[in-house]
């Protein structure tokens, strides 16, 4: 799979996990199947995928993450803030790419209801991963420019 996904042959690779998931239903292989369909842009059957994972175990982090990024990607931004945050308090924010925590932060600003407070919080984080990130700073200029939430 990781051969595949590599090459950017995303159906090979998820032919494979889902393969992979027929044999082993479990969190571990459900969110790898997710995260497959997440990058092949296939982001409805990603979610349904992750959030049976999180069913069978909403204590994995890595699937709450990887579903967070899915429900950011169909524009499901409070919910995907809700699986974000949940995942990256499981999993730890030094153990997350920069782009999850870049995504909650600015999921937390285009959500219905605002929260610039908590996303400058995030991007703060993501500066603290990598103090030159462009999309942390300018997301921490709008955050603290925005009058949201808290």
């Known amino acids: 799979r990781q051969l595949s996904t590599g090459l950017g042959e995303f159906t090979l690779a998820n032919d494979e996990l889902k393969k992979a998931v027929d044999i082993y239903k479990a969190p571990v292989t459900l969110n790898a199947y997710g995260y497959g369909l997440y990058l092949a842009g296939d ?14 175990n ?3 982090g890595p699937a709450q993450v990887t579903l967070g990024m899915a429900l950011a990607a169909r ?25 999850n925590i870049t995504v909650l932060a600015q999921s937390l600003l285009i959500q219905e209801t605002p929260d610039c407070a908590r996303a400058a919080y995030w991007f703060q984080e993501a500066l603290k991963v990598n103090e030159g990130d ?3 700073i300018n997301g921490l200029q709008r955050a603290q420019g925005c009058s949201g939430g808290g």
């Open 58 to 60: 909403p204590n994995y």
């Open 75 to 99: 524009l499901n931004f409070e919910d995907a803030v809700i699986a974000l945050e949940k995942g990256i308090s499981l999993v730890g924010v030094d153990k997350v790419r920069i782009e």
């Open 43 to 56: 982001h409805p059957q990603a979610v349904r995928a992750l959030r049976d994972a999180v069913e069978i």
């Open 134 to 136: 462009t999309i942390a």
